[in-house]
């Protein structure tokens, strides 16, 4: 508190006002409160009017025997100040105007719940206008909460539908939105999964429409790659269930492959469920038709792949559509740039920063070289990080190629495999096993001599060792450097960065859903999930803050709310339900992602004592 002066002048005469005014917080910021007025002070040093302000303000804080008796001034003007009832409002009790007297050894806390991470998480749900989305699609309000719930579950602690009731109860997300959760069980949220499951291109293409224009997203290059997701269970029930090429590592599990298309960026823009036998040279047109009805898809955009869809059918498909590419190709394709791979002297090195969230990560140096041939630009790329990558691999799968065909051997030379058909195809299937060292490796079956012999072509394999660390992109834009090609064709690091974070800190993985529309449900809802994570990492780093949400969670957890007992001297309690302070690394992550630090508005209840 503190004394103002003002003055006002009437009939040309100026009188003198001082009035005690405190600084409140205000949703509008701070503003200045009149306590009370205290008209002209009269004599004295203005020193001596600052002290009994002070002790002025201490008195109306419900302070007694405060002034000294001989004071007589500073009771004068404590007393106009109760005439104010400005005392009196302070030291009465606000909810029924009595006053309360606590005992500080008696108060505690209770209903402790995880704040932090449900708040951002809520806020940015609202920020991406992702409950509009739903409404318009005239899911009821109960249904987009518990949509918000389950996605937020994804993003922070992702946990079975069986499981999610109890995690939901632990958080404030029942104190953010306002809703008892208490009543909730697993068979709800089945539910919401087969209410989202027939709007799952609507709420893609709004999504990706209000990103766009909140984030100021580029629309001209669509990185697209794929990946699969394997079952528990046997999943007889989904027909897209299938074996197929695993990248997890599970080839006994049958399983779906998921197509996904992110912008520069990193934002999803796109995605589809194939069956799990899919292979992924034959899904582009596909995925061309739905990014085309879902978002757009202009002429003249740039699509970036691997080189699992490097394929002369591809190319003629993206031309004929009238859209650009930049592809990696296969490996039997680069063999015959060897010699321009060899001339050092033509390569232009090349900087890789650290990825924007684990900026400890170590700079990588690339060189390229741009070759134009048969109408169509080359980028030829060397990484010296990549040579050794590439040698183990090889040895590796050599060693086991070797070892599998001295089985092979000592079966053939025991008679178990005689026929030459049968031996035919376990060739066969070794080589379809290694395809990468298989090509180097000549094998043959002498039926007189009941042998198997294999042999390495030195000369395929030499050309291997001097190609190691190396790949080819391909591309039909001309306005673009090798420089510029290979950091277009890197940030296809997004797609693979994206599926990494939804089947590890999204657990996307492993699916126990046995049902088609409820796995395309569930993906669908992780993929909200990365929405939201995608868009925390992007706001942090427009503010110059590099981090993961990964980090950014666990700062989150310390923010709590929690229930404020304050037992009283009548047998009555005063429960106060509110968030605590956030603590300086807390308050620092919400001032940068441009969220309030209040959680919620505290809410007060008067209750019996122990009750």
């Known amino acids: 508190m503190y004394l103002r002066r003002t ?41 001596e009017w600052v002290r009994r302000a002070r002790k002025l303000e201490h008195a109306v804080a419900g302070q007694e025997d405060l002034f000294e008796p001989s004071d007589a001034e500073a009771e004068r003007v404590l007393e106009k100040a109760k005439t104010t009832r400005v005392v009196n409002d ?68 992702p946990a079975s539908e069986h499981a999610m009731p109890a995690w939901i109860k632990r958080t404030a997300l029942g104190d953010i939105v306002k809703q008892d959760f208490d009543g909730l069980g697993e068979s709800s949220l089945y539910r919401i999964l087969d209410a989202l499951h ?13 990103e766009r ?7 001209s290059i669509y990185l697209y790659d794929l990946t699969s997701l394997y079952f528990e269970g046997l999943a007889e029930a989904n027909p897209k269930a299938k074996r197929g090429h695993n990248r997890d590592g599970r080839p006994e599990c049958k399983q779906v492959v998921v197509g996904l298309v992110v912008g520069r960026e990193g934002f999803p823009i796109c995605h589809e469920v194939f069956a799990g036998n899919t292979q992924d040279v034959t899904t582009l047109e596909a995925m061309l038709d739905r990014l085309s009805a879902r978002v757009g898809l202009p002429a003249g955009s740039t699509i970036v792949m691997d080189r699992g869809m490097a394929s002369a059918a591809n190319i003629a498909l993206l031309e004929s559509r009238k859209l650009h590419y930049l592809i990696a190709s296969r490996q039997s394709e680069r063999d015959r740039w060897l010699a321009a791979f060899a001339d050092t002297v033509a390569f232009t090195q090349v900087i890789r920063e650290p990825s924007p969230t684990n900026p400890g990560q170590r700079k990588s140096r690339v060189d390229v070289q741009l070759v134009r041939s048969e109408g169509k630009n080359y980028v030829l790329c060397r990484s010296e990080q990549r040579i050794a990558k590439d040698k183990a691999i090889r040895e590796k799968q ?10 092979l051997s000592k079966r053939v030379t025991s008679g178990r495999l005689s026929e030459a058909k049968e031996i035919g195809e376990a060739i066969g299937r070794l080589k379809e096993r290694y395809p990468r060292v298989a090509r180097f490796y000549d094998v043959s079956h002498d039926k007189k001599s009941k042998s198997l012999m294999y042999k390495r072509a030195e000369s395929k394999y030499e050309i291997a060792r001097q190609l190691d660390g190396t790949y080819l992109l391909k591309t039909d834009r001309t306005d673009v450097s090798a420089d510029e090609g290979w950091r277009i064709y890197s940030l ?101 992602l441009r969220i309030s630090e209040q959680v919620m508005t505290p809410i007060r209840r008067w209750s019996h004592s122990g009750k």
């Open 7 to 47: 003055t006002r002048t009437h009939k040309g005469r100026s009188y003198v006002n001082y009035q005690l005014v405190e600084s409140v917080r205000t949703p509008n910021g701070p503003r200045q409160k009149t306590i009370c007025s205290l008209g002209d002070l009269g004599p004295g040093p203005r020193e």
């Open 398 to 407: 050599e060693r086991r190629l070797i070892a599998d065909l001295e089985k």
């Open 213 to 219: 224009s909140l984030f100021n997203l580029d629309a």
């Open 90 to 157: 302070r030291q009465s009790q606000p909810y029924g105007g009595e006053h309360i007297t606590i005992d500080p050894k008696l108060i505690t806390t209770e209903d402790h719940r995880e704040a932090g991470t449900v708040h951002v998480g809520y806020e940015f749900w609202e920020r991406l206008g992702l409950d509009d989305i739903l409404k318009a699609q005239e899911l009821p309000e109960r249904t987009r909460q518990l949509a918000c719930a389950m996605t937020l579950n994804r993003l922070i602690k």
């Open 492 to 592: 296809l690091s997004r797609a693979e960065d994206a599926f990494r974070d939804m089947k590890s800190p999204l657990s996307e993985r492993p699916i126990f859903h046995q049902l088609e529309h409820r796995v395309e449900a569930h993906i669908f809802v992780c993929l909200l999930a990365f929405h939201l994570l995608v868009a925390i990492e992007k706001t942090l780093l427009d503010q110059g803050v590099h981090a993961s949400w990964a980090t950014v969670r666990e700062a989150l957890k310390t923010h709590q709310v929690s229930t404020v007992v304050l037992p009283t001297t009548n047998g009555r309690c005063l429960c106060i339900r509110m968030s605590s302070t956030p603590d300086t690394e807390v308050k620092e992550l919400y001032k940068r």
């Open 198 to 210: 027939p709007h799952r291109e609507a709420i893609e293409a709004k999504l990706v429409e209000r």
